[in-house]
Structure formats: structure tokens, C-alpha cells
Nanobody, 127 residues
Framework: QLQLVESGGGTVQPGGSLRLSCAAS????????IGWFRQAPGKEREGVSY???????TYTNSVKGRFTISRDSAKNTVYLQMIRLNTEDTAVYYC?????????????????????WGQGTQVTVAS
């Protein structure tokens, strides 16, 4: 059974940076697409960034140029590097995994396409 654990959240000032980690256990992530999602208070959960098992990356418009998703196969971990954070980035961030097979460029764009979820990590951007 694949388990995901997020870490790296915290409180930063506007303009600051954080790197979120999504560490997997139980299965290798090499056959999974990974998505980072976030949910702010009173808002619906939204997809932020995705990486396919082949390494193809996708970003929602509001984070393009500021967030970078990446994989470390040796550590079975996916990262979300976030720079130039602003108050609108405040949310609980979740990583999720969808089985797609190895070497696939496909990433589900909706959260219903992901079978495995972490518990979330809080990111707060405030002065």
C-alpha cells in the first residue's frame, strides 16, 4: 500500500520561500503521477502542480514561474519548491499519487483521478 507523507510547511513572510516534500513508502513512485493540491479556508481544493512518471510537469497559472515540482527517485520523494510566496498561497498543501505506469506522460488534472493522498502540510504566508 502506497503511503504519502508531506513535510516542509510553515509560516513565511511574503516574498519568502519554502520547499515541500512528499515522501512515499510502500511502493516506488516511478509508476505514479504526482499532484500537489492546496485548499485554503473556505475555498475548494485546487490543483497546483503535477509531474508525470515520465517527468512531464504542469503548473496552474497562478504559480507558474514561482513553483517547481521535481522528483528524486533515489529518495522516492517529490518536491515542490515555492519562491516569491504571497498571501494567496496560504493553504493546506496535499500531495497525491495516481498510478499511470512507468514512463507515462499522463497526469490526471482532477483530484478524483488520484488514489493516494497524504495528510497535508500547512503553508501560511503572512507579515
Amino acid at each position: 500500500q502506497l503511503q504519502l507523507v508531506e513535510s516542509g510547511g510553515g509560516t513565511v513572510q511574503p516574498g519568502g520561500s519554502l520547499r515541500l516534500s512528499c515522501a512515499a513508502s510502500g511502493r516506488t513512485l516511478s509508476s505514479y503521477a504526482i499532484g500537489w493540491f492546496r485548499q485554503a479556508p473556505g475555498k475548494e481544493r485546487e490543483g497546483v502542480s503535477y509531474i508525470s512518471s515520465a517527468g512531464t510537469t504542469t503548473y496552474t497559472n497562478s504559480v507558474k514561474g514561482r513553483f517547481t515540482i521535481s522528483r528524486d527517485s533515489a529518495k522516492n520523494t517529490v518536491y515542490l519548491q515555492m519562491i516569491r510566496l504571497n498571501t494567496e498561497d496560504t493553504a493546506v498543501y496535499y500531495c497525491a499519487a495516481a498510478y499511470t505506469g512507468y514512463g507515462s506522460s499522463y497526469t490526471p488534472s482532477r483530484d478524483s483521478g488520484y488514489e493516494h493522498w497524504g495528510q497535508g502540510t500547512q503553508v501560511t504566508v503572512a507579515s
